[in-house]
């Protein structure tokens, strides 16, 4: 199996900046995708970010564009999720994901425990 393990929520303002991370540990062979998810409460879990770890390859929800970078160190196994210009909307918890995939989407095998993000 894989272990995801996300860190780096918390509070900030209106316009301020987060960093969340995603390190990945044991099978990370079997997955080729990692991606970030977000609940807010009463609402129901959106996909933010993902990124192919082979080619490095990204996409985005629409609501995030130009404002948050999914980027990846190969290395650490672990995957970013810098997040600028942050609205009170983006208030939610934030789930790391694995799966496999490829073009438009990847199937989500594993998920993290989640960190919360609060815009306020």
């Known amino acids: 199996d894989v272990q995801l393990v996300e860190s780096g929520g918390g509070l900030v303002q209106p316009g301020g900046s987060l960093r969340l991370s995603c390190a990945a540990s044991g099978a990370t062979y079997k997955t080729n995708a990692m991606g970030w998810f977000r609940q807010a409460p009463g609402k129901e879990r959106e996909g933010v970010a993902h990124?192919?770890?082979?080619?490095?390859?990204?996409a985005y929800a629409d609501s995030v564009k130009g404002r948050f970078t999914i980027s990846q160190d190969n290395a650490k196994n672990t995957v970013y999720l810098q997040m600028n210009s942050l609205k009170p909307e983006d208030t939610a918890m934030y789930y790391c994901a694995a799966g496999r995939g490829s073009g438009g989407g990847y199937a989500i095998d594993y998920w993290g425990r989640g960190t919360q993000v609060t815009v306020s």
């Open positions: 990124i192919y770890t082979a080619g490095g390859a990204t």
